[in-house]
């Protein structure tokens, strides 16, 4: 179980790998997310399932190399296979047929907005999907996205490619030439999601986010994922992932994610010198 059965490079360091998880494929649901360990003395992270396949028994991880047990998973073959993979762990997603649901992703964001948006077009919304990414070549996902949405407008912040600009100027756009939206789904980097909310709440439109804070149990034990919604300081792990956006305090979230910048740099730097023996190479890849 947990073994990598497929892998690819789908982006400058960001990887796709799908992987035997029959029973955690069985009972996840669009919003859900998993913590694993590469090996027995590695870390616990927490990744949201980008897909799965029941009747194969897998599901898909998307990842960015940006710390040393993402860069670990990197190096990791078809084949081999994770410690442990812990789910499904968090609340789904609340899925019903709201109307028009405008779906806002931006870089790695959007692996985890592609089984939401998957949901909520399967439950007869008509779904209009943003996605964007600093430059073209950052763009992950997109034909997968267009699969599962109505429309699909895409933007980058030098022009490279679709619109130029900002995610959220897409969807400002909208709104002012009087777009009926019912709901709005964000998910990417942090700054990102709190300037969505910024659009949104001049608009007063109800917003769902979806949070990544420092995680270690994944069950309400530890309390590293303490975040604050509405004054109450709530668990990302068993509360959310997905909260209220207008509710989030964006700001005490960024301070807690920079909590540890030191250490992690540290342990990266370790990892770089003492590369593991195997080493993945992706033919093509970025």
Known sequence: MFEILEKERIGPGV????????????????????????????????????????????????????GATTYYMSTMCIGEKFQDICGPLGKPTHIENFGTVVGVGG????????????GLHDAGNHMVSIIGARTEGLLIMTEDIRKVSDELIISTDDGSFGVHGFVTQVLQGLIDKGTKIDLVVAIGPVPMMKAVCNVTRKASLPTVVSLNPIMVDGTGMCGACRVEVAGKTLFGCVDGPE???????????????????????????????????????????A
């Open 107 to 118: 870089g790695i964001g959007v692996a985890p907005l592609y089984p939401i948006t998957k």
């Open 15 to 66: 990887n796709r790998a799908v992987i035997s998880a029959p029973e955690i494929a069985a009972a996840h649901r669009p919003g859900q997310f998993i913590i694993l360990r590469t090996h027995k003395d590695g870390e616990r992270i927490p990744l949201t399932v980008a897909d799965k396949d029941t009747e194969k028994g897998t599901i898909t991880l998307v990842w960015q190399e940006v």
């Open 243 to 285: 909260f209220d956006g207008l509710q989030v305090d964006f700001d005490l979230l960024m301070k807690r994610l920079a909590m540890y910048k030191g250490p992690e740099l540290i342990a990266l730097n370790n990892f770089r010198e003492t590369p593991r023996g195997c080493q993945c190479t992706f033919p093509g890849g």
